[in-house]
């Protein structure tokens, strides 16, 4: 595919121009980073990038990220140009209701798009995650004489991608462990949102990444295709990640909205998008249209892609018959599915047993990691306290492949990795921190949760029971806040077995993230909890005597089910009949029908207590009126576990004394006394 210079100029203006018509369309959008970045666009489908179009997921493929992700209209030219299923009516309706073109890239909406992307740095930090899961699935999978897992990662990013403190995070990340498979095209037009860049960003990046261990380059003119290529091949002979800084200009060839801010965001205007196809020599009045010849051109990427499959799916089939055992990991893992027996696997205790969930934890994953070998994380630096080591193996690190991950103090980075790992394919991934510490990765759980990738969060600490360290590292609103995310489980398991119910709830899952909130302290374990009906997010764990229906409710999740259990005994003793619910994933039991729900919350009990170590926003939800929440809201203190949660009314004599205020409302409420 190496076209005349004519030609070439005519792909990059049918890219240029097919973007000021997009936008214009759509009265909306982002013009001017397409514009810009035409050439580098060209040069990267057209010499660089190995993909089949008409199978977007073919394993082999080199991965794209547009981490700039407000050019959306220039990763959607391009698809449609190669031949994905992305027909011309679809560019049409950019930005529109239902379209396969929305204004920032979706994974799993749009063939092609390999992830989501818009919130700037996310995309650069998938990317370092695309790269981690090609490194894991070649190191188990390729042999000396087949190299089934062999490709790069490309992304074009952008100086606010460069700003954000996620990239920063994944740069230095990428460079420590020399992941030479990335390849980032820096699209430096000197140009954002609200102006020239000097008036925030002024440092000098490619030191800066050179400072991270990348490999740099600058290309002065990035409209000049023979530079932008020669920088591309320099990249891919470095053994280090390369970042190519190409100075472009936004908005290229507007005659008065080049170099300007109002290219950045906005459409061009009918008048001067007439004018600058006019300047190119292009006919003013047409639109969105394509020259036959660099249709015919884009368009052998199809016949190109179809034998670049077929020389893999050659070489797989070799590999197959030399290694057929591994040939069926290799296909179930790439389905996601688990081999036989794993539930089995983890481990059970015994009811009278005292564990932390944070530690129960770590014996799930290390009990999963001798069935699942495709089973690999880490923490942010904090290993031992999160209880992630798959035992028996060592660091990934530079020079050698292996099941742990060492994510340093970079939260945010760690999940958006973790985004891109899961995305890949072919792996079970998790990532661990403080659970206080999520609000430093929250945009990157959120991502996970839009796209429904299926990353698990092992988030310890998750209360005012870590004691001493104080309200700084004491979370109290993150239960509710992350509650309140879409699509994403919060599972706070409340003993040992629930633990390990949580890790099969979250491997079980395919359509999104789970998040565990553990605690530092010792929990009792308890005999009703080795029960698969905590699989269904909430259950009856303790009823009240004689199945009789209970006067009041006790709900309860994570280290605080202990105190239900014991406020239960004690209103016992007062004749009250209580019910002990718990409540460890509240997604997952509103997804129940209503029948299970009715059973295990009554209606007709109107007297219900919730306890939970945090704030209690959110749980009217399943008190209603007469209902009574015990918890924290405010922050915390620093002193031991014990005497916090003495000193904060966290109690089995609160919890009773809720209860007998749950029963007095429902009593007035019906106009009865005491």
């Known amino acids: 595919m190496s076209p005349s210079t004519s030609l070439e100029q005519r792909c990059i203006d049918t890219i240029r121009t097919l973007a000021m018509d997009i936008v214009q369309k759509a009265n909306s959008g982002h013009p001017g980073l397409p514009m810009g970045c035409s050439a580098i666009a060209h040069v990267l489908w057209s010499k ?25 209209a220039l990763l959607y030219i391009m698809l449609h140009l190669t031949g994905y299923d992305l027909p ?16 920032h890239p979706e994974h799993g909406l749009t063939p092609g798009v390999e992830a989501t992307t818009g919130p700037l740095g996310q995309g650069f930090a998938n990317g370092v995650g695309f790269a981690l899961a090609k490194r894991l699935l070649a190191d188990r999978f390729n042999t000396a004489e087949h190299h089934l897992v062999d490709h790069r990662v490309y992304a074009i990013v952008s100086d606010g991608d460069l700003m954000e403190g996620i990239s920063h995070e994944a740069a230095s990340l990428a460079g420590h462990l020399g992941l030479g498979e990335l390849v980032y095209v820096y699209d430096d037009n000197h140009i954002s949102l609200d102006g020239p860049t000097e008036d925030t960003f002024t440092d000098d990046t490619l030191r800066r990444f050179d400072a991270y261990g990348w490999h740099t380059q600058r290309v002065a003119d990035g409209h000049d295709p023979a530079a932008v290529d020669a920088a591309l091949e320099a990249a891919k002979s470095d053994p280090r990640p390369s970042l190519i800084a190409c100075r472009t200009h936004i908005g290229y060839g507007s005659p008065h909205k080049q170099d300007t801010a109002k290219a ?7 008048d001067e998008v007439r004018l600058t ?8 009045d047409a639109h969105f249209f394509i020259p036959d010849d660099v249709l015919t051109f884009y368009r052998q990427a199809l016949d190109k892609g179809a034998c670049l499959e077929q020389e893999w799916d050659a070489l797989v089939r070799a590999w197959s018959d030399q290694n057929p055992e591994l040939a069926r990991v290799w296909e179930r893992e790439r389905a996601g599915e688990l081999p036989k027996g794993w539930a089995e696997s983890l481990p059970r205790w015994e009811a009278g047993d005292s564990q932390s969930t944070r530690v129960a934890s770590g014996q799930a994953i ?3 990691a001798t069935i699942l070998p495709n089973l690999v994380g880490g923490s942010a630096d904090l290993k031992s306290s999160n209880e992630t080591w798959i035992d028996g193996h060592g660091y990934f690190e530079p020079g050698h492949v292996d099941r742990n991950l060492a994510f340093g103090v970079r939260e945010h980075a760690m999940c958006g990795v973790l985004n891109g790992m899961g995305l ?11 659970l206080c510490f999520s609000d430093y990765a929250r945009p990157s759980i959120r991502l996970a949760s839009l796209t429904g990738i299926p990353v698990i969060y092992v988030f310890t600490h998750d209360s005012i029971g870590l004691g001493e360290d104080g309200p700084t590292h004491q979370p109290v609103e993150h239960h509710m806040a992350l509650r309140a995310m879409p699509n994403l489980w919060v599972v706070r398991p409340g003993d040992a077995n629930e633990t390990s119910y949580a890790w099969r709830m979250a491997l079980g899952r395919r359509d999104g993230p789970v998040l565990l909130e553990l605690s530092r302290q010792k929990l009792p374990v308890f005999t009703e909890t080795a ?16 199945g009789l229906l209970p006067d009041v409710l006790l709900i309860a999740t994570g280290s605080e089910l202990q105190l239900a259990v014991a406020a239960q005994a004690r209103l016992a003793e007062e004749g009250v009949r209580a019910r002990v619910v718990s409540l460890p994933c509240w997604e997952v039991f509103d997804r129940q029908d209503e029948a299970y729900r009715h059973h295990v919350l009554p209606p007709d009990v109107l007297a219900r207590v919730s306890v939970e170590a945090g704030v209690t926003q959110g749980w009217e939800r399943y008190l209603g009126t007469q209902g009574v929440a015990v918890g924290i809201d405010h922050y915390g203190a620093s002193a031991p576990e014990k005497a916090l949660y003495q000193y904060f009314n966290i109690t089995t ?13 429902t009593r007035a409420a019906a106009g009865l006394t005491a």
């Open 531 to 546: 029960d698969d009906a905590v699989l269904n997010g909430g259950y009856v764990m303790r009823d009240a005597p004689e």
């Open 366 to 368: 290390n009990a999963l």
């Open 653 to 665: 004599d609160h919890v009773v004394e809720a209860a007998r205020q749950s029963l007095a409302r």
């Open 424 to 434: 890949y394919g072919g792996l079970e991934v998790f990532g661990g921190t403080f």
């Open 264 to 270: 950045h965001g906005s459409p061009l205007g009918e």
């Open 88 to 103: 011309m009516s679809e560019l049409q309706r950019f930005r529109q209701l239902h379209s396969r073109t929305p204004g």
């Open 48 to 72: 660089h990038l190995r993909y089949h179009p008409r199978n977007p997921l073919w394993p082999n493929r080199d991965r794209f990220v547009l981490s700039a992700g407000h050019g959306s």
């Open 277 to 284: 196809k006019q300047a190119i020599g292009w006919d003013p």
